[in-house]
């Protein structure tokens, strides 16, 4: 596709439930970030893949959260032991690299029960 | 700590008139710079790139840096109702060899009212 994919749009779950978020970047785009956005706030910073590095952790709230890229593409944001606290929207954006403009996907809505 | 500020607003203006956002940032070897435009209930869009001193011009929109103040804006002309939204000030710091992040500001809201 020509744009930043995510999925699933929206994810409903039970507190305590572990939840997947898929983001495929824009073909080509070396740097891939993550982000959180709850409602009515900026954007809290959660990763950053780039290229072959060490992914920059720096902003993941817990240890209940992790983050995969793999091949260099797709990347999956893992919340383990869903908290009420963890609702918000997941945005991930992709960039050609570092310093680039970014280009966001629509973002994954996430209600905890 | 890198810090990007910009005021929460709401800006408001009327139609027509000339908007202006600000945004200032902490860090002096900053190399990159963007604003983005967020409807409510939606992503981010990239609406101006900036990386060296002085005015970049896009349509109605218009980027200023001065880095030597730390300090970029964006004006908007002839603002339009549709131009209501959250504008957001990012900044590419480098910290290190070919390390860096984009930090965002908290978004400036804008009201265009008819």
């Known amino acids: 596709g020509a744009g930043v994919s995510q999925s699933p749009s929206n994810k409903v779950t039970e507190k305590g439930k572990d939840v997947e978020l898929r983001c495929d970047p824009i073909s080509g785009h070396t740097a891939l970030y993550w982000y959180r956005q709850s409602l009515g706030q900026g954007l809290e910073f959660l990763i950053y893949f780039q290229g072959n590095s060490a992914p920059d952790k720096s902003g993941l709230p817990s240890d209940r959260f992790s983050a995969e890229r793999t091949g260099g593409s797709v990347s999956t944001l893992t919340i383990q032991r869903t908290q009420q606290e963890d609702s918000a929207v997941y945005l991930c954006a992709s960039s050609p690299g570092g310093g680039q403009p970014q280009h966001f996907g629509d973002g994954t809505r996430l209600s905890i029960l | 700590q890198k810090e990007v500020e910009q005021n929460s607003g709401p800006l408001s203006v009327p139609e027509g008139a000339i908007a202006s956002l600000n945004c200032t940032y902490s860090d002096r070897g900053s190399q990159s710079f963007f604003w983005y435009r967020q409807y409510s209930g939606k992503s981010p869009e990239l609406i101006m790139s900036i990386y060296s001193n002085g005015d970049k011009e896009d349509g109605r929109f218009t980027a200023q840096l001065n880095k030597a103040s730390q300090y970029v804006s964006l004006l908007i002309r002839d603002s339009q109702p549709s131009d209501s939204a959250t504008y957001l000030c990012?900044?590419?710091?480098?910290?290190?060899?070919?390390?860096?992040?984009?930090?965002f500001g908290k978004g400036t809201k804008l009201s265009v009212k008819p």
């Open positions: 990012a900044v590419w710091l480098l910290y290190g060899g070919s390390q860096g992040n984009l930090i």
